[in-house]
């Protein structure tokens, strides 16, 4: 089963650059550290893409959450995040996938 997201995930763009996700409620953590839900990740920034030279611009924002939603964990109304996450950003030129999960930041609550 994937891991649930938490604000100690590690989440990156295609260029390496660091998602900067805020989570919007403490009611449920996992390992001390409070979950990710979808709306969490689409407030998301991106600190330090290296996506720059002429025609192209670096990831600034998420802009979609395209996998990774839980079908059964939701806190607030809104589906906890996954490590199975994928979405895109605003980078140009803009490629399928942009942003992805490399650690979840726990490793104790699973979900589907």
Known sequence: MPKVLTTAAQLVCAHQGQLVVQASTSALTAGGSPVLVQTDILAATVA??????PGLKPCLKVTSVVAGQSRTLAVSGQPVMLDTALGLTDAVPAQ???W??????????EAS
Do not use: D, E, H, I
């Open 96 to 98: 399928p996938v942009l």
């Open 100 to 109: 992805q999960v490399r650690s979840a930041g726990q490793t104790v609550l």
């Open 48 to 53: 330090g893409c290296t996506n720059n030279g």
